[in-house]
């Protein structure tokens, strides 16, 4: 069995895949990948004008996806991805991250602050014209 697992291994290292798998398989056009390339995100590698995609670029580019849901910037994710390349477990990479994580939550929490104070305003809003509304009919 681990000769099965290092085989599984081996293959999984030496898998490659074209830009067309990678915007099908996270559900993107080839034109952002392109644009992550152009950033330095991605750096495929080329065989004439193909570009071919190893594990590395298909790892960095959920992080790249993730990082763009959570609402981080290009430079941010660009700082947070290059850790990916790094050795894990440096302390100034944790607590970057861990920062960048606390200073997301607060601006979401902010928002949601926010949020929930315009729906009190449109509910009020909402209620006077609804009486306003009525009054006019019972004249």
């Known amino acids: 069995m681990i000769d099965g697992v290092h085989n599984d291994q081996v293959a999984l290292e030496t898998q490659t895949w074209s ?8 559900d993107v056009t080839l034109r952002t990948i392109r644009f992550y ?39 941010e994710i660009a700082t947070i991805v290059d850790m990916y390349d790094a050795e894990p477990g440096e302390e ?24 929930d104070e315009t729906l009190r305003e449109l509910a009020e809003v909402e ?5 306003d509304l009525q009054a006019l009919r019972t004249r």
């Open 19 to 26: 830009i067309a798998e990678l915007a099908a398989e996270y």
């Open 37 to 75: 390339e152009d950033r330095g995100l991605l750096n495929p590698e080329r065989r004439g004008t193909v570009r071919v995609y190893h594990p590395r670029d298909r790892v960095r580019l959920g992080l790249i996806l993730r990082g763009k849901r959570l609402g981080f910037s290009l430079d």
């Open 127 to 131: 209620h006077r014209c609804q009486t």
């Open 92 to 115: 100034g990479q944790l607590v970057y991250l861990l920062n960048q994580i606390g200073t997301r939550r607060a601006e979401l929490e902010q928002r949601r602050r926010d949020i």
